[in-house]
C-alpha cells in the first residue's frame, strides 16, 4: 500500500470512528430528551386526569368545570383509566390494554409512579389517594410522533454520515496527493540517478520540513556513497600505480639478470632489491588491511608509556643503509606516570611512525624534526614539527583521505594511505588530531590524548 493510500485510508476511518461515535452521542441525547419530555407531558396528563375525576366531589362547581376545561385540552390523543383498589377501571376509559396488568399497577402501588413505552405508546402511571380509596392513573399516548422524529433523525445522521465519508475521502484523497507530491518527485530524482553521476545531490526545498530532511538526509548518503565509489576507484587506480612499479621492478631486474652469469655480488645486490621491492608490497597489504579491518579490532589495550614509544619510532628510522634524521626529542613533564597511555601501543607505534615518518620525508633534510610531548591543561599532548615543504591550503581538509595525497609532493614516494591510517587509529583511542601548516615552511601535527 503506497502511503498515499495509506493516508486516505488512516484520515476517512479517523473521520469515521469520530463522526460515528458523535453521531451516536447526538442521537441518544435526542432519543432520551425527547421521550422525557413525552412522559413528562403524560405525568402532568395524569395528574389532571387524578384531579378531575376523584376531586370532583370536593372542588367547587366553577373550579371544577375550568379543570374539565383544562382536562380536556391537555387529554387530546391521550387515554386514561383509572383503577381501583380491585385493579378495576373506576373512571376513564377502559384500555383493555395487555401492557397494562396486575403487575404494573402493583409496581405502581409500590413505587408511586411508572414509566415505559410499548411498541406503539407511551404509559405513565401514578398512585393517587382519595376519601374514595386509593387509586392508580393510568394515560398513556401515541408515540408514532416520537418514530417518526427518531426515524427522520437517523435518516439525516446516516445521510450526513455518508457525504462525510465520501467528502473526507475524496479530500483526503486530494490532500493526500499535494502532501505526497515531493516525496512523488524526490523518487523520482532517485530512480533517474546515474551510477556515473551518482554524487549529483537533489536539490533542496528549504521549507524545513521533513521532506526538506529527507532529502538532506539522501545527499548526505550520495555524499559517503560518491566518496566510497571515489576511494574505489582511487584504490583501483593506487594498486595498479603502486604494485606495478615494484612488480615492473622486480621482473626487469630478473630479465636482464637471467641473461647472462653474475658474479655472487651481483646476485646478492639483485636478491636485495628484489626483496626491498616485495617488502614494499607487504608493506601496502598491511597497510590495506589494517585500514579494512580496524573498526573490528576488539579491545586489546595496555598501558604503556609515550616517551618510550617515541624514542622505539626513532631508533627505527636508524640502520644499515639509512641516513639517519635529526631528531629534537622534549620531554616537557617530570612526573613519568602522567606519560603513561592505555591503547593498542603496536596500532598507535604505526601510527605516530606515519606521523615521525612524513615530518621525514617532506622536510628533505632541513634542519631537524622536532618532537615534543607535554601538557595541556590536564591533557597529555604530543606534537611533531618539521621545516619542509609544508601542505598548500587548498590541500589541508583533505590530507586524512584515504590515497589522498597533497599537490606538491613532487617525487616523494608515497601511497596516501599513511595518513588516514594513522587518523583512524587515533580516532579508535579518541585522540584528536590536528595539522598546522604553510607552504614553505613546515607542518606541525598535534595529537591530544584522552
Same mark, same amino acid.
Do not use: W
Given at each position: 500500500?503506497?502511503?498515499?493510500?495509506?493516508?486516505?485510508?488512516?484520515?476517512?476511518?479517523?473521520?469515521?470512528?469520530?463522526?460515528?461515535?458523535?453521531?451516536?452521542?447526538?442521537?441518544?441525547?435526542?432519543?432520551?430528551?425527547?421521550?422525557?419530555?413525552?412522559?413528562?407531558?403524560? =405525568?402532568?396528563?395524569?395528574?389532571?386526569?387524578?384531579?378531575? *375525576?376523584?376531586?370532583?366531589? #370536593?372542588?367547587?362547581?366553577?373550579?371544577?368545570?375550568?379543570?374539565?376545561? #383544562? *382536562?380536556?385540552?391537555?387529554? =387530546?390523543?391521550?387515554?386514561?383509566?383509572?383503577?381501583?383498589?380491585?385493579?378495576?377501571?373506576?373512571?376513564?376509559?377502559?384500555?383493555?390494554?395487555?401492557?397494562?396488568?396486575?403487575?404494573?399497577?402493583?409496581?405502581?402501588?409500590?413505587? &408511586?409512579?411508572?414509566?415505559?413505552?410499548?411498541?406503539?405508546?407511551?404509559? *405513565?402511571? +401514578?398512585?393517587?389517594?382519595?376519601?374514595?380509596?386509593?387509586?392508580?392513573?393510568?394515560?398513556?399516548?401515541?408515540?408514532?410522533?416520537?418514530?417518526?422524529?427518531?426515524?427522520?433523525?437517523?435518516?439525516?445522521?446516516?445521510?450526513?454520515?455518508?457525504?462525510?465519508?465520501?467528502?473526507?475521502?475524496?479530500?483526503?484523497?486530494?490532500?493526500?496527493?499535494?502532501? *505526497?507530491?515531493?516525496?512523488?518527485?524526490?523518487?523520482?530524482?532517485?530512480?533517474?540517478?546515474?551510477?556515473?553521476?551518482?554524487?549529483?545531490?537533489?536539490?533542496?526545498?528549504?521549507?524545513?520540513?521533513?521532506?526538506?530532511?529527507?532529502?538532506?538526509?539522501?545527499?548526505?548518503?550520495?555524499?559517503?556513497?560518491? #566518496?566510497?565509489?571515489?576511494?574505489?576507484?582511487?584504490?583501483?587506480?593506487?594498486?595498479?600505480? #603502486?604494485?606495478?612499479?615494484?612488480?615492473?621492478?622486480?621482473?626487469?631486474?630478473?630479465?636482464?639478470?637471467?641473461? &647472462?652469469?653474475?658474479?655472487?655480488?651481483?646476485?646478492?645486490?639483485?636478491?636485495?632489491?628484489?626483496?626491498?621491492?616485495?617488502?614494499?608490497?607487504?608493506?601496502?597489504?598491511?597497510?590495506?588491511?589494517?585500514?579494512?579491518?580496524?573498526?573490528?579490532?576488539?579491545?586489546?589495550? =595496555?598501558?604503556?608509556?609515550?616517551?618510550?614509544?617515541?624514542?622505539?619510532?626513532?631508533?627505527?628510522?636508524?640502520?644499515?643503509?639509512?641516513?639517519?634524521?635529526?631528531?629534537?626529542?622534549?620531554?616537557?613533564?617530570?612526573?613519568?606516570?602522567?606519560?603513561?597511555?592505555?591503547?593498542?601501543?603496536?596500532? $598507535?607505534?604505526?601510527?605516530?611512525?606515519?606521523?615521525?615518518?612524513?615530518?621525514?620525508?617532506?622536510?628533505?633534510?632541513?634542519?631537524?624534526?622536532?618532537?615534543?610531548?607535554?601538557?595541556?591543561?590536564?591533557?597529555?599532548?604530543?606534537?611533531?614539527?618539521?621545516?619542509?615543504?609544508?601542505?598548500?591550503?587548498?590541500?589541508?581538509?583533505?590530507?586524512?583521505?584515504?590515497?589522498?595525497?597533497?599537490?606538491?609532493?613532487?617525487?616523494?614516494?608515497?601511497?596516501?594511505?599513511? $595518513?588516514?591510517?594513522? &587518523?583512524? +587509529?587515533?580516532?579508535?583511542?579518541?585522540?584528536?588530531?590536528?595539522?598546522?601548516?604553510?607552504?614553505?615552511?613546515?607542518?606541525?601535527?598535534?595529537?591530544?590524548?584522552?
Amino acid at each position: 500500500m503506497t502511503l498515499r493510500n495509506r493516508f486516505t485510508l488512516i484520515s476517512s476511518l479517523t473521520f469515521g470512528v469520530f463522526s460515528v461515535v458523535t453521531s451516536l452521542i447526538i442521537f441518544y441525547t435526542f432519543y432520551d430528551s425527547s421521550r422525557n419530555f413525552y412522559f413528562n407531558a403524560l =405525568q402532568n396528563v395524569a395528574l389532571t386526569s387524578a384531579i378531575y *375525576y376523584l376531586e370532583k366531589d #370536593e372542588l367547587p362547581t366553577t373550579r371544577h368545570a375550568h379543570i374539565k376545561a #383544562e *382536562y380536556r385540552n391537555v387529554i =387530546q390523543n391521550t387515554n386514561v383509566a383509572v383503577y381501583n383498589q380491585d385493579n378495576q377501571v373506576a373512571f376513564g376509559k377502559n384500555l383493555k390494554d395487555r401492557n397494562i396488568h396486575t403487575q404494573q399497577l402493583n409496581t405502581v402501588r409500590k413505587n &408511586k409512579r411508572t414509566q415505559f413505552m410499548s411498541k406503539d405508546y407511551f404509559y *405513565y402511571g +401514578i398512585y393517587y389517594k382519595d376519601n374514595q380509596g386509593n387509586f392508580v392513573v393510568f394515560v398513556r399516548s401515541s408515540n408514532a410522533a416520537f418514530q417518526s422524529q427518531i426515524f427522520q433523525l437517523s435518516v439525516i445522521i446516516l445521510s450526513v454520515l455518508l457525504i462525510g465519508f465520501v467528502g473526507i475521502y475524496l479530500l483526503s484523497r486530494y490532500l493526500s496527493g499535494i502532501v *505526497y507530491k515531493p516525496v512523488s518527485e524526490v523518487a523520482n530524482r532517485i530512480n533517474l540517478a546515474d551510477y556515473n553521476d551518482i554524487s549529483k545531490a537533489i536539490t533542496s526545498t528549504n521549507t524545513n520540513d521533513e521532506i526538506n530532511d529527507l532529502i538532506n538526509a539522501y545527499n548526505k548518503l550520495l555524499g559517503r556513497i560518491s #566518496e566510497s565509489v571515489m576511494v574505489q576507484q582511487n584504490f583501483i587506480n593506487y594498486v595498479s600505480h #603502486e604494485f606495478k612499479t615494484p612488480l615492473a621492478a622486480i621482473s626487469g631486474n630478473l630479465e636482464v639478470f637471467a641473461q &647472462k652469469d653474475r658474479s655472487p655480488e651481483e646476485y646478492k645486490k639483485v636478491t636485495g632489491d628484489v626483496l626491498n621491492h616485495v617488502f614494499e608490497i607487504e608493506r601496502i597489504l598491511n597497510n590495506l588491511l589494517l585500514m579494512s579491518g580496524l573498526k573490528k579490532l576488539e579491545e586489546s589495550h =595496555q598501558l604503556f608509556r609515550l616517551n618510550e614509544l617515541i624514542f622505539k619510532i626513532c631508533h627505527s628510522f636508524e640502520g644499515p643503509g639509512k641516513a639517519i634524521p635529526a631528531f629534537d626529542i622534549r620531554i616537557l613533564i617530570d612526573d613519568h606516570q602522567k606519560l603513561e597511555f592505555c591503547g593498542n601501543e603496536t596500532l $598507535l607505534h604505526l601510527a605516530i611512525y606515519n606521523i615521525i615518518e612524513n615530518a621525514v620525508k617532506y622536510s628533505e633534510g632541513k634542519e631537524e624534526v622536532t618532537i615534543t610531548i607535554l601538557e595541556e591543561g590536564s591533557q597529555l599532548c604530543l606534537t611533531v614539527s618539521d621545516h619542509g615543504k609544508g601542505i598548500p591550503v587548498q590541500d589541508l581538509p583533505k590530507i586524512t583521505g584515504t590515497f589522498y595525497r597533497a599537490a606538491n609532493v613532487g617525487d616523494t614516494k608515497g601511497s596516501g594511505i599513511g $595518513l588516514s591510517l594513522s &587518523k583512524a +587509529i587515533f580516532d579508535h583511542h579518541h585522540i584528536t588530531m590536528s595539522v598546522q601548516s604553510r607552504e614553505d615552511f613546515g607542518t606541525t601535527v598535534a595529537l591530544r590524548f584522552p
